[in-house]
């Protein structure tokens, strides 16, 4: 049955597709194609979930070989969950493309570029779906090498040095999580996550696995962007592609989260000495550190790209301090947020990208008057501004409210304080694009313009549905609270 079928079709689907695109090379074929290509990568997506959710955890393997000697495919209600809003994201932002890329990218590099947006795309998916952790070093290479490829393609010549630059700390990202994966395979004598989690604690105390645990999470967290191992993030998403920049703000840090909760929760089991401990502390500190610092510079940043790129880091700070929690509430708010902030993200990225197009830059001097010349496109900015400080009614003020809840259940109220208090940042770095939007004139002798259906519709639909989920949340804290408490182990 095709059923059965869907998790190894997740990957085969876009992985087969790319190759196909440099074939048909064709402006109107190609984009027809991946086109049917990533909306089908959803649908498989979506019944997977919708499977989970109903009948528990799926297991495939590959080729018939059982775990631990073949590789398996596993999903369960938190790797569905992110299958579900990758692929999504990955559908919306190719919808929005086609008009976007006329303008950014050579007509003769389409084709390149639309096989490489799909090997990122079956990277990512590929990583949350696998079972495997050395697969999940492949997965991630395949992403990362995509991904470069996708920042270099941007018109823009510092976009070559952005790709150079995150190259470089990607791939020390990426050794250090071979290393980590190395050892822990020399410990356990298995590399099936499930397997592992088994075997590991024998040998849980041991310097090897202390020094593997360390190597991986440096690795992940220069991968995610934490504070401060930021530093490839903000050129590569200021000088991309608007496409590739909301894609890649809306997936691929959000992924690198995804496997440092599988591998904290599901494979290590250290959860119950990662709560507010010496290792929580430290890393509640860096999430912290991460959310104010990255904020403070937003405020000061004149290219709007760039002061979104500052506020993903920033974001990134909220959900490694949900993780840090270790608790149901703070591990809900962690999962929720990918799903959040991968809707207003890349929603504001999309505006951004119809700004790009209509008027020709994205600094706070381009966009003076824009409210009036471009309502629609400034409106929808707008709604994902709040969103991103966390008004009632938005996605993002469900993310906050879980984190307060699990600040103040483990009695640190200060740090609930300060999770307060950083929205008055994020207030101040949107409102500096309001005010320049609405309060201040356009330039004398320009009509009101605005961005083409096909740009605004996807942008509109992250926007909005940022505020469907903020009302609406049973369809997504809910699976998010099931998908934690199976991390936490309190759940068959």
Request: aromatic share 12%; hydrophobic share 60%.
């Amino acid at each position: 049955m095709i059923r059965d079928q869907l998790p190894a079709l997740q990957i085969v689907v876009p992985l087969v597709a790319a190759p196909l695109c440099v074939v048909l090379r064709r402006r109107a074929p190609v984009l027809t194609f991946a086109l049917a290509v990533v909306w089908s990568t959803f649908a498989i997506a979506l019944a997977l979930l919708r499977q989970v959710l109903a009948d528990g955890p799926l297991v495939y393997a590959l080729g018939g070989w059982a775990a631990p000697w073949g590789i398996e495919y596993r999903v369960d209600a938190l790797a569905a969950f992110v299958l579900m809003f990758v692929s999504l994201m990955g559908a919306v932002t190719l919808s929005y493309a086609p008009r976007s890329l006329t303008h950014e990218i050579p007509k003769d590099r389409l084709h390149l570029f639309v096989a490489a947006f799909l090997l990122c795309l079956t990277g990512l998916l590929g990583i949350v779906i696998t079972g495997d952790l050395f697969n999940v070093f492949v997965f991630l290479e395949i992403s990362a090498l995509s991904s470069y490829v996708l920042i270099a393609m941007g018109r823009d010549r510092r976009a070559l040095t952005a790709a150079f630059h995150y190259l470089v700390l990607g791939t020390i990202g990426a050794t250090f999580i071979l290393i980590g994966i190395g050892l822990l395979y020399m410990m356990t004598g298995t590399l099936n996550m499930a397997d592992m989690a088994t075997r590991i604690t024998a040998v849980m105390g041991t310097r090897t696995v202390l020094a593997a645990f360390g190597f991986l999470s440096v690795g992940l967290f220069i991968k995610m962007a934490l504070f401060p191992l930021h530093v490839w993030l903000p050129n590569a998403y200021s000088y991309a592609p608007s496409t590739v920049t909301a894609f890649l703000a809306a997936t691929a840090t959000k992924v690198s989260v995804y496997v440092m909760l599988r591998f904290v929760f599901s494979v290590t089991h250290v959860r119950m000495d990662f709560g507010y401990s010496d290792l929580g502390a430290l890393t509640i500190a860096f999430s912290l550190a991460g959310i104010f610092v990255a904020s403070t510079v937003a405020i000061f940043q004149n290219d709007v790209k760039r002061m979104l790129a500052y506020s993903s880091v920033a974001q990134i700070g909220y959900m490694v301090l949900g993780i840090s929690f270790a608790s149901v509430t703070g591990l809900t708010a962690a999962i929720v947020h990918l799903f959040n902030h991968a809707l207003m993200k890349g929603g504001l990225f999309l505006a951004m990208g119809c700004f790009a197009l209509v008027i020709g830059g994205v600094r706070l001097k381009d966009l003076e008057g824009v409210g009036r010349r471009m309502p629609w496109t400034t409106f929808a900015w707008v709604l994902g501004g709040l969103s991103l400080i966390g008004i009632p009614g938005t996605a993002g003020f469900i993310s906050k409210l879980y984190l307060i809840r699990a600040a103040l259940e483990l009695d640190v109220w200060p740090v609930a304080a300060l999770i307060l208090l950083s929205s008055l940042l994020a207030l101040v770095y949107v409102w500096r694009v309001v005010e320049v939007a609405y309060f201040r004139p356009p330039p004398e002798g320009v009509e009101r313009r605005e961005a083409p259906w096909s740009m605004l519709i996807p942008t509109w639909a992250l926007v909005g549905a940022s505020i469907v989920f903020g009302v609406w949340t049973s369809g997504s804290a809910g699976v998010a609270a099931r998908a934690a408490e199976l991390l936490i182990g309190i759940a068959p």
